[in-house]
């Protein structure tokens, strides 16, 4: 069954640095999104890319982030001088009409 | 926004119950998901239902669109089944846009 893969799947970051997660969606898939979960709070919505470019973000996804895409395959998410707060499980999700995958997430601790 | 309730928070089981999950939203939808995250924190798709009713082995799911409802039933529970189940519901009709997901009811099956 077709997967989505995000890399590393477990990151440690020093308060202020900049970290990019990786993620490859599902080849035939036309949309990709990246979510994240606070330990113990529910699963939410950051941002959504289709065409190469952005189609929807929340409040959340403000300048200290970027999505890309810079190759055929590869999906990333850029958080740039991170804070404590960004720790998470950070989620890649690629979507068709059957609805949608999400990969195993990257455990993100900012310390 | 769409707010999505799910109940109960929480459920513990003894190894062989059965159970419902609820899930309701307050606007119309076009699309619904139930997911598991499992103890290692991965979403795992179980059903996209965004109306009728569908199985797959000991679970299955019903939503009812117009009564702005959906249920998942877990038959002859076993412990692999703990973890949160998440409802998450999107009003686009397209291949998707951004997902709402509820807070989840968290399941502890014992032996």
């Known amino acids: 069954e077709p997967e989505v893969t995000q890399t590393p799947s477990h990151q440690v970051t020093q308060m202020g640095q900049e970290v990019i997660l990786r993620c490859v969606p599902i080849?035939?898939?036309?949309?990709f999104y990246w979510y994240r979960q606070i330990l113990g709070q529910k699963v939410e919505f950051l941002v959504s890319?289709?065409?190469?470019?952005?189609?929807?973000k929340s409040e959340i996804f403000d300048d200290q982030f970027s999505v890309e895409r810079p190759d055929g395959s590869n999906f990333t998410l850029k958080i740039r001088s991170t804070k404590l707060e960004d720790s998470a499980m950070y989620f890649c999700?690629?979507?068709?009409?059957?609805?949608?995958?999400f990969g195993s997430g990257t455990r993100l601790t900012v310390v | 926004g769409i707010q999505v309730e799910q109940s109960p928070p929480d459920l513990i089981l003894q190894e062989g119950a059965n159970s419902t999950l609820r899930c309701n939203f307050s606007?119309?939808?076009?699309?619904l998901q139930w997911f598991h995250q499992n103890p290692w924190g991965q979403l795992i798709n179980l059903f996209y239902?965004?109306?009728g009713t569908k199985q797959n082995g000991r679970l299955s799911a019903t939503t009812v669109a117009t009564e702005r409802y959906s249920l998942l039933y877990i038959s002859s529970s076993q412990t692999t089944d703990s973890g949160v189940y998440f409802c998450?519901?999107?009003?686009?009709?397209?291949?998707?846009?951004?997902?709402?997901f509820g807070a989840g009811t968290q399941v502890v099956v014992t032996p």
């Open positions: 239902i965004p109306s």
């Open positions: 606007d119309s939808v076009n699309n």
């Open positions: 080849s035939n898939h036309l949309y």
């Open positions: 999700a690629s979507s068709d009409v059957a609805g949608y995958t």
């Open positions: 998450a519901v999107s009003k686009r009709a397209d291949s998707w846009g951004k997902l709402q």
């Open positions: 890319f289709y065409n190469n470019e952005i189609s929807e």
